[in-house]
């Protein structure tokens, strides 16, 4: 009697093979897409800090500064603005300060159980005059 050729034993191989590797890499893959979203919200939010803070320092006006952070964002909603002088009015020497708060909705959050949105903080000083 002919014996079978190898390849009808393995035959259904490589379907088990890649129902079991291919979570992993869409788990992987989802993973490196959420964490640059996120890395990318922190990037906007420290940058808008750091220009409220430069707007304080040379113009001297909370306004104004609180203007430039809302119009250096885009497509990313914040949650708090927080610009104060070192020392009440911002004077030579004295250091302007500007902490912003955004909240980025996580797109899996929902399937992995891990919350529906992370919070990401950005902060800026300034030397005011100077």
Avoid: H
């Amino acid at each position: 009697m002919p014996r079978r050729p190898r390849r009808n034993r393995e035959r259904g191989a490589a379907a088990v093979e890649f129902a079991i590797v291919v979570p992993l890499l869409l788990a992987l893959v989802l993973g490196i897409v959420e964490f640059s979203r996120i890395y990318n919200v922190q990037i906007m939010v420290t940058n808008a800090a750091r220009e409220g803070a430069r707007t304080m320092a040379i113009k001297n006006d909370t306004g104004l500064a609180t203007t430039a952070v809302n119009n250096s964002v885009t497509n990313v909603t914040l949650s708090s603005i927080q610009i104060t002088p070192g020392t009440g009015a911002c004077t030579n020497g004295a250091e302007a300060n500007a902490t912003v708060t955004s909240s980025v909705a996580l797109m899996t959050g929902p399937w992995f159980n891990i919350g529906s949105s992370i919070t990401v903080t950005g902060q800026g000083a300034m030397r005011c005059g100077g």
